[in-house]
């Protein structure tokens, strides 16, 4: 198949008939074996090639791509996927920040694809970038009863505990950005609620504010924080659990994504990366529930 010319945008066949864009070769692609058709634009003098329209244009290791993104969905660390797939860090990282931008479009869409969602589950769920001492909250929505991910939104939050002076000249003091991520979301999710729809969260005081202003026709029902179960589970609660589709959500999200695992080496370096990590996740958790295909228009 001839294309347009990218460099200057020559059509391939002008509407007089004259072929703009000739072949010109081919070549094996050494990654994935593929012959790969090289182009000649005649107005510009430039080639192109069929690889050049690829999400993965110039990627030396683009047949590692489906590996990793499974590896991080499954509890492997940036350096865990190195060394399984004998890669170096950089590489994976590098990975990470193509695939994660890709994820978080692809959330995006599924969700179009969707009913509108009537009953929504919400809450933060915390983690930390660098030390304990930069705590971020991730905000997440989750569809009651299927347990599918409208979407997320991860804040800097300001440490919980009193901090020692020594502690506090190191780190400074953090911004709550917890009400502008909710924002964020709220704003980002509204396309694939139900006007009316019901949301279900725990008894924090700000929330009630941030769901009437984005969804004045929703229902808030509020219920008690619960007792987490013995396990060192905090996401898991005691007995019958109203807000259960998220804490669930929450408890598997902690087990999968490696940089969330409690008291583990593992920990984000930075924001960024623990957005990108999560979108890959997330797209894995969504594809994996049982009302992936039935619930489809
Ligand atoms: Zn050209």
Not at 145 to 150: D, H, P, V
């Amino acid at each position: 198949m001839r294309r347009d010319c990218p460099h200057c945008n020559a059509k391939a066949k002008t509407s007089d008939d004259r072929i703009q864009v000739i072949r010109d070769g081919s070549f094996w692609r050494k990654s994935d074996g593929r012959l790969i058709i090289k182009f000649k634009c005649r107005a510009c003098g430039k080639h192109f090639s069929h690889a050049t329209f690829a999400k993965e244009y110039r990627q030396k290791k683009r047949h590692k791509n489906e590996r990793i993104k499974n590896l991080l969905g499954e509890r492997c660390s940036i350096r865990g996927i190195a060394r399984i797939e004998r890669l170096s860090r950089t590489t994976v990282l590098r990975k990470l920040k193509f695939l994660g931008p890709i994820a978080l479009v692809e959330l995006q869409e599924m969700n179009h694809a969707r009913k509108p969602i009537t009953r929504l589950q919400f809450d933060d769920q915390e983690t930390a970038e660098q030390s304990k001492y930069k705590p971020l909250a991730i905000s997440l929505a989750v569809e009651e009863g299927s347990r599918w991910i409208a979407g997320f939104e991860v804040s800097e939050m300001p440490v919980k505990w009193k901090m020692s002076p020594r502690k506090r000249a190191l780190y400074g003091n953090r911004k709550d950005m917890r009400a502008e991520g909710r924002r964020l979301l709220f704003a980002r999710i509204k396309l694939f609620l139900d006007p009316k729809v019901t949301i279900i969260s725990d008894q924090h005081p700000h929330y009630p504010k941030s769901i009437r202003e984005h969804f004045p026709l929703a229902t808030h029902v509020r219920h008690k924080s619960r007792r987490p179960i013995d396990h060192g589970q905090d996401e898991l609660k005691q007995g019958f659990d109203p807000m259960f589709s998220l804490n669930h959500t929450c408890a598997k999200n902690r087990d999968r994504v490696a940089r969330l695992t409690r008291k583990s080496w593992c920990l984000s370096k930075k924001k960024e990366h623990l957005v990108y990590h999560l979108a890959i996740a997330f797209v894995r958790h969504n594809k994996s529930l049982p009302c992936n295909e039935s619930q489809r228009k």
